[in-house]
């Protein structure tokens, strides 16, 4: 690729220039002088400085008094340290019961539905009027109903992201390419309208409850509250709820799956178009319980990856997505020499069983071919016979049914099940029987495994229902349990009805947490039984800002991605195998939207969540982080404070839960906490510890509301306003806020809102300013500017941390802060630099001159104040290059590497080939005349446009795809309060003095300006995309980490009908068997 050529390229020759100018700079500053800019003059502009903006920063937060309040409650307040294994055991006890509860209503929709089948005879004549999800409340031109339409009341509901719902009656969605009054699906339907009633007392039972659906063996979805759906943009539904990982993981054991492609020449054209789209759906029905590897044949075995001959990987989003690249590399040519494939698949399956890697239950072997010429009873007896573990499915590719008996003979012969595929329409239908046929030892055995998703998020489900939730849809778990045929009649053919499942917002799980004993940096953690993340605050959000980031792999990160600090994956490893226990390391932990580093060291403590497959954990950070404190108040006192206007409580805590009840949902968290302590509601459940904690810090903090009233009524305070909000936030969650302006008049309207995820007490963290504040030195503040559009880079942020005690083992009780005006405060700045301590009051320096250059940079290298007003915000190293790469190797700045295996880097879709391939005149009729046939011969636009069109409309455009890389993060070192230096910039020497800003984050840099260093290399903070070579890939892709295999397995039973195994699609029309000789004839020119 050479985008990633050209930017590695670039890399080692800043490297290489870079090192250069370190030489020179040595040797400059062993014989430079530093005559140009005093030292002593730029400390007393920093005193200057410092002095004031402390003194605005101090009187507007109210630091001092809220400091005093609290050290006067210092004898009655009671410090603890916090027990990480008890918070962790409370969490998961906590977990075990909201997933119980789930699972015991999954439970009632399974017993209903299995009872409502058996009451049900099947009637191939039935005819049924339903409410079909897409077509209720259409009506047609004279204004009547559609049909399977009807008026269906809709009304909005917070509870379910705002979308109208009706709580009384579910809808039912059937798949664009199925006939929705087909007689399989009417009678369904019909049957599991009894499921209704389970759906509303199911709800009321758990108003907490989200999605509840039934997912049929049919094709057709019944889901609760009914809602709208709406088609995309081409007048399809993509939504096939058979596809779904939940309906499949609940449907199937864990299995190891062999597929194998015939690639000989009768291959070519449509039938490997057609090859290519069938495995492609193979794939997209296994999980991360399954292995699989993909085999092209002809006269050779071709693994369609290379490097994992002999082996199977876990059918993950990476692997998967990995192999689909390679499948449109295979072209037909040459003899298809089945026999050896299957010996090859057989060897593979037996060979990676013994090593007890893979899912060690079901095993299959998928063959995609468009013939085969005996039924190879030898390999079968070889391999396979008689106990038949490992199951046949195979797929016939094209019309002709010559070799129809000998495939069908195969699937029955080794208990698996034929199916011919004609047209890419016919793909999705016949792939999904493969299903029902591995289900069957489990529905015979009756047992209703529960089984619970990894991470995710349904696009096509929300696009389809048009949610408003402005934040995108969001991440979730899925509960779901199989549904049963219990007719004894068909007892042994083991007849899965469908999968009936409930969705979990991760941000449900959350809101357990119990973020007050957690600490500043704290946080829980949850991971799956292959190591997946459930929730953690570094897992990447789809949405950020309210555009898309589109990152397929988001179900797919690993705990050792985001904790890489871990190198021996002891903390992944332990949790994977449901260990419970503790483990401490060092830590980096990034902020502020990535750009801030906080070092810490960080204890985790972890268990199992009982019932279901996931572990969880606790992190806690040393200091501060491990000490909560405990003080008390009356009641009245309390709730009197709390209801001041001022007062917010954080969003996404849970105080009290109001979701128990229907009643509840309207409550804010302070009526629920005012009717809790009352006694007006004595079915509402609340943390009466955490309550007693918030009263507390409301009666602390309530002085400070009277004390910014009286400033901001003081006409001499603040009379330009360039101070505009002083605010608080408590370990509790509480926060005050006042505005010394009209809220029309703020520079930067975001900040505190809940838009500003960073700025606010969310489910999963503190506050940006209170995090940073918490950091500095007792006593100081830190400064800086909201990173994001240009309208926030006009105001500044000062906050600082509020301890109850004087030593370490304080906890940070409380964070005060104000935002001022950019300008207002670059004003103070240009203002002390303007000062001398020359008697006459004549300066010979100022930052006036235009000899020198004069900088106010933070901690981390960003510019707060510069005379280029365009480069407020930038790192000072884009801007300076010379002078950071001086302060780098003088110590006074530490660059330290950091890794993001979340990233998305830009690649370009399509080669040179690609997009040249239809330059030729004859080159375009072929594909339109190509793409017309494809289009008779199925019948169906939706899969004609899906399939084809939608690949071709990629070529020529980028694309942003999954990637690691690595980027740097910069500290300063804070034992270094001041330095000077001097850089040979090609021969002329460049001074400059950087000296910190008393009681701040701050520092003030002043850089001789007579010299032109422009030809230095800057130093960019752009992450770099790490490029690993073949060999490093392949064995990234062979290595299997830990994982916990699920205790449930029904690879066969006894009593299976494996005659059940398959049959011949019917013959093709006429006009199909005119137009493909012409297909055949364009496709192999």
């Known amino acids: 690729m050479l985008w990633h ?56 937060s109210g630091s001092q008094l809220l400091q005093k309040k609290y050290k006067e409650f210092e004898k009655s307040v009671r410090v603890e340290e916090i027990d990480g294994m008890k918070v962790v055991k409370t969490l998961a006890k906590k977990m075990e019961e909201m997933f119980r509860m789930k699972k015991v209503a999954m439970l009632r929709l399974v017993e209903a539905a299995e009872e409502a089948h058996l009451q049900h005879e099947e009637n191939p004549e039935l005819q049924y009027e339903y409410f079909n999800a897409v077509l209720i409340n259409e009506v047609d031109e004279e204004g009547n109903n559609v049909e399977l339409g009807g008026e269906f009341v809709l009304e909005p509901n917070d509870h379910f992201n705002n979308l109208s719902v009706n709580l009384s009656l579910s809808v039912v969605q059937v798949p664009t390419n199925m006939y929705n009054k087909d007689p399989a699906i009417v009678n369904g339907v019909y049957w599991s309208e009894a499921l209704n009633k389970v759906f509303v007392d199911n709800f009321e039972k758990d108003p907490s409850l989200i999605w509840q659906y039934f997912g049929s063996a049919k094709g057709f979805f019944r889901q609760y509250p009914g809602v709208k759906w709406h088609p995309d943009e081409h007048g399809v539904i993509a939504f096939d709820c058979r596809n779904r990982k939940w309906y499949i993981q609940a449907a199937t054991s864990p299995k190891d799956v062999v597929i194998l492609v015939d690639v000989s020449g009768s291959m070519k054209g449509l ?37 994992l001959n002999g082996t199977l990987v876990r059918a993950d989003r990476n692997n998967k997505a990995h192999f689909r690249e390679h499948l449109d590399k295979l072209f037909a040519k040459g003899i298809g020499l089945l026999g050896d494939a299957l010996t090859e698949a057989f060897t593979i399956l037996n060979d990676f069983n013994q090593t007890g890697h893979g899912s060690v239950c079901s095993q299959a072997i998928m063959l995609v071919t468009d013939g085969a010429t005996q039924m190879y009873d030898d390999v079968f007896a070889k391999f396979n016979w008689p106990d038949r573990k490992v199951r046949i499915f195979p797929y016939l590719i094209g019309r002709e049914s010559a070799f129809a008996d000998n495939m069908k003979w195969m699937a029955c012969a080794n208990k698996g099940y034929f199916s011919q595929i004609s047209t890419l329409a016919d793909v999705q239908e016949n792939v999904m029987r493969y299903l029902h046929v591995m289900s069957r030892p489990k529905v015979i055995d009756h047992e209703h495994d529960t089984v619970w998703t990894e991470a995710y998020v349904d696009s096509t489900l929300s696009q389809a229902h048009k949610s408003r939730n402005k934040k995108g849809p969001s991440l979730m778990t899925t509960v779901a349990m199989p549904v049963f045929s219990t007719k004894n009649e068909t007892k042994n053919q083991g007849i899965l009805l469908g999968v009936v499942g409930t969705d979990i917002p991760l941000q449900e799980l959350m809101k357990i947490i119990p973020k007050h004993m957690l600490g500043i940096h704290g946080y829980a953690f949850a991971i799956t039984n292959n190591g997946f993340i459930l929730t953690h605050p570094d897992l990447r959000p789809l949405y950020q800002e309210g555009q898309k980031r589109r990152k397929p792999n988001y179900s797919s990160v690993d705990l050792s991605e985001v904790e890489w600090e871990d190198k021996d994956d002891f903390l992944r490893n332990a949790m994977v195998n449901r260990k419970t226990g503790t483990f401490s390391m060092e830590v980096k932990k990034t902020v502020d939207k990535g750009k801030r580093l906080l070092k810490m060291h960080n204890d985790y403590f972890y268990t199992e969540v009982k019932g279901t497959p996931f572990s969880v954990g606790v992190a806690l950070s040393r200091g501060h982080g491990k000490f909560f ?111 010394f302006v009209v809220p029309e008049h703020l520079s930067n309207q975001d900040f505190l809102m809940a838009e500003d995820k960073e ?7 503190f506050p940006l300013w209170y995090k940073r504040a918490a950091e500095q030195v007792p006593g100081t ?41 950019l300008d207002f405060f670059q004003r103070k700045f240009w203002t002390a630099s303007r000062q001398c301590a020359a008697l006459d009051g004549k300066c010979t320096i100022s930052c006036d001159n235009e000899d020198i250059k004069c900088y106010l940079i933070d901690n981390n290298g960003f510019i707060l104040v510069t005379e280029d007003y365009s480069q407020t915000g930038l790192f000072f190293g884009e801007v300076e290059g010379a002078v950071m790469n001086k302060l780098l190797l003088m110590g006074s700045f530490k660059r330290i590497t950091l890794y993001d295996y979340q990233a998305l880097c830009r690649e370009y879709a399509g080669s040179s080939d690609s997009s040249c391939s239809l330059s030729h005149p004859f080159s375009i009729v072929k594909w339109l005349l190509t793409e017309l046939v494809i289009f008779l011969l199925e019948f169906n636009l939706y899969s004609w446009w899906h399939v084809d069109l939608s ?22 070192e804070r034992t ?55 060999s ?51 496709i192999s020119r």
């Open 629 to 739: 404190f405990r003080g008390n108040v009356s009641v009245e006192a309390g709730l009197l404070d709390l209801e001041q206007p001022d007062v917010a409580l954080a969003d996404e805590w849970t105080y009290c839960n109001t979701d128990e009840h229907h009643e509840h949902r309207s409550l804010s968290q302070i009526q629920a906490i005012k009717l809790y302590l009352t006694g007006r509601k004595t079915n509402i459940k609340c943390d009466r510890e955490l309550i007693q904690e918030v009263l507390f810090d409301a009666v602390v903090t309530a002085p400070l509301e009277a004390y910014w009233t009286g400033l901001a009524l003081n006409k001499s305070e603040n009379s330009d306003k360039g101070v505009e909000i002083a605010y608080l936030g408590t370990r509790t969650g509480l926060s005050r806020t006042n505005l």
């Open 1032 to 1082: 490093l890939k392949c064995d990234r892709l062979k290595f299997q980490k830990d994982r916990k295999r699920p205790e449930s397995c029904h690879p066969f039973h006894p009593e299976e009908n494996a005659m059940e195994c398959g049959r011949a699609a019917g013959l093709s029309a006429p006009l199909t068997a005119a137009l493909l000789p012409l297909l055949a004839t364009l």
């Open 271 to 307: 039938r490997l178009t057609i090859a290519r789209q069938t495995v492609s759906s193979i794939l997209d029905t296994l999980g991360d319980d399954d292995f699989f590897n993909i085999i092209a044949y002809n006269q050779e075995m071709h693994y369609v990856e290379p490097c």
């Open 781 to 821: 503040f830190v400064y800086s500017i909201p990173f994001g559009g240009n309208k926030n880079k006009s105001v500044v942020l000062a906050s600082t941390a509020i301890q109850l005690l004087d030593d370490r083992k304080s906890p940070i009780v409380a964070s005060v802060g104000i935002q001022m005006k």
């Open 759 to 765: 700025g606010v007490f969310n489910a999963d963290h």
């Open 976 to 1030: 270094i309060k001041e330095t000077t230096g001097n850089i040979d910039c090609e021969g002329c020497a460049r001074s400059f003095v950087i000296q910190q800003i008393p009681s701040s984050n701050l520092f003030m840099v002043v850089v001789d300006n007579k010299c032109d260093c422009s030809s230095a290399p800057l130093v960019s903070m752009d992450p770099i995309e790490i490029m690993y070579n073949e």
């Open 5 to 60: 050529s050209r930017i590695l390229f670039s890399h080692v020759c800043c490297a290489s220039f870079l090192l250069f100018w370190i030489m020179l700079g040595t040797v400059v500053d062993v014989m430079g002088s530093q005559q140009g800019i005093p030292l002593s003059v730029v400390k007393l502009w920093a005193s200057a400085f410092g002095g004031e903006i402390k003194s605005i920063s101090a009187k507007y």
């Open 951 to 972: 690949v071709k409309g990629q070529y020529g455009k980028t694309m942003m795809v999954p990637c690691d890389t690595e980027y740097p993060a910069f500290v300063s």
